[in-house]
């Protein structure tokens, strides 16, 4: 069938508010497109004469396709190679959707995004749907077609998961620099007591190479082993900077509303390594160094005013 122009304009405006959605729902920018994509098909394969608000129909379309794709995507994370990690969204990305209030900017975050691979794919469509697009437990049973109260409960309980996995601490950009500034300063001073001083007694470390380049397989738990790791991580050496192809440049930016340090080389990022902060120090350190979740991050990189490198590695 074909698409009337008014159509397609109805569509192209609520682009970017699906595209949010899918992102935070499936934690992978390539599959939020796809997903987006289908609605689109389906969208003009529909009679929109019939669709008495289109938006809510895309919505539910989304949200429906999104819900099937987890259910694939959890049996392709039990063969996955290692940690799997979200793909990780610069600052200033579109995809990352609204950032008004301070629960939007929660849901986005690469801590959160992480925190809600643990829960059901309702549950997950729940929280994203109320927490950051602030639709009302009427809509979203309208959506997931259940009813008020199992919405509400649903809700409740990924609060819950989310609220138990994390304490919540808010920086700034100016803030997030200071803290990877002094990060960065710790990791590359060869002492390990710098790193420790940074980090919660009960830190984590845990990387995704996606079995293309080389990453820990399980997560370093405690701040001394997690400072021993990234002690190691950040000694130069020039095996490392063949293995890279060059001298990586380290940017301090602001990820998925969390301090992070974002590695360049020669224009490509290779990593970024994001920081989750608590009153008491850095808890975890996230690196997502799967080539295949970064070619976003390098598109936005390269459209943007970037600066400056905090330093060159290795």
Request: glycine letters at 6%; proline letters at 4%.
């Given at each position: 069938?074909?698409?009337?122009?008014?159509?397609?304009?109805r569509?192209?405006w609520?682009?970017?508010?699906?595209?949010?959605?899918?992102?935070r729902?499936?934690?992978?920018?390539a599959?939020?497109?796809?997903?987006?994509?289908?609605?689109?098909?389906?969208w003009?394969?529909?009679d929109?004469?019939?669709i008495?608000?289109?938006e809510?129909?895309?919505?539910k379309?989304?949200t429906?396709?999104?819900l099937?794709?987890?259910?694939?995507a959890?049996?392709?994370?039990?063969?996955?190679?290692?940690?799997w990690l979200?793909?990780?969204?610069?600052d200033?990305?579109?995809?990352?959707?609204?950032?008004?209030?301070?629960?939007?900017?929660?849901s986005?975050?690469?801590?959160v995004?992480?925190l809600?691979?643990?829960?059901s794919?309702?549950?997950r469509?729940?929280y994203?749907?109320?927490e950051?697009?602030?639709?009302?437990h009427?809509?979203?049973?309208?959506?997931?077609?259940i009813?008020?109260?199992?919405?509400?409960?649903?809700y409740r309980?990924?609060?819950?998961?989310?609220?138990?996995g994390?304490?919540?601490?808010?920086?700034?950009?100016?803030?997030?620099r200071?803290?990877?500034?002094?990060?960065?300063?710790?990791?590359?001073?060869?002492?390990t007591e710098?790193i420790?001083?940074?980090l919660?007694?009960?830190?984590?470390?845990?990387?995704?190479?996606?079995?293309?380049?080389?990453?820990?397989t399980?997560?370093?738990?405690?701040?001394l082993a997690v400072?021993?790791?990234?002690r190691g991580?950040?000694?130069?050496g020039?095996?490392k900077?063949?293995?890279?192809?060059g001298?990586?440049d380290?940017?301090?930016?602001?990820?998925?509303?969390?301090?992070?340090?974002v590695?360049?080389?020669?224009?490509?990022?290779?990593?970024?390594m994001?920081?989750?902060?608590?009153p008491?120090?850095?808890?975890a350190?996230?690196?997502?160094?799967?080539?295949?979740k970064?070619?976003r991050?390098?598109?936005?990189f390269?459209?943007?005013?970037?600066?400056?490198?905090?330093t060159?590695?290795?």
């Amino acid at each position: 069938m074909s698409i009337t122009a008014e159509d397609l304009s109805r569509f192209e405006w609520s682009r970017g508010r699906l595209e949010a959605i899918a992102y935070r729902m499936l934690g992978s920018a390539a599959e939020a497109e796809d997903v987006v994509q289908e609605t689109f098909l389906r969208w003009q394969a529909a009679d929109s004469d019939r669709i008495e608000v289109p938006e809510a129909w895309l919505t539910k379309v989304l949200t429906n396709l999104c819900l099937n794709q987890l259910a694939s995507a959890r049996a392709r994370r039990e063969t996955y190679v290692g940690q799997w990690l979200p793909e990780p969204l610069l600052d200033g990305d579109p995809m990352l959707g609204p950032a008004d209030t301070v629960e939007q900017r929660e849901s986005v975050s690469y801590a959160v995004l992480t925190l809600l691979e643990r829960l059901s794919p309702n549950e997950r469509a729940v929280y994203v749907l109320r927490e950051a697009f602030e639709y009302s437990h009427r809509e979203i049973a309208e959506i997931l077609e259940i009813s008020e109260a199992s919405s509400q409960q649903l809700y409740r309980r990924a609060k819950q998961h989310i609220a138990d996995g994390r304490a919540r601490t808010q920086v700034d950009a100016a803030a997030a620099r200071r803290i990877v500034d002094e990060f960065l300063a710790a990791a590359t001073s060869g002492r390990t007591e710098s790193i420790v001083r940074l980090l919660t007694a009960d830190a984590i470390s845990v990387g995704d190479g996606g079995g293309k380049v080389p990453a820990r397989t399980s997560a370093i738990e405690g701040g001394l082993a997690v400072a021993r790791f990234l002690r190691g991580v950040f000694r130069p050496g020039e095996a490392k900077r063949q293995y890279v192809g060059g001298r990586p440049d380290a940017y301090a930016w602001t990820v998925n509303s969390e301090p992070a340090l974002v590695v360049v080389v020669d224009g490509a990022v290779v990593g970024i390594m994001c920081l989750e902060l608590t009153p008491d120090g850095v808890t975890a350190v996230r690196t997502q160094a799967n080539p295949d979740k970064l070619a976003r991050a390098t598109e936005i990189f390269a459209a943007i005013d970037h600066g400056e490198p905090l330093t060159t590695l290795l």
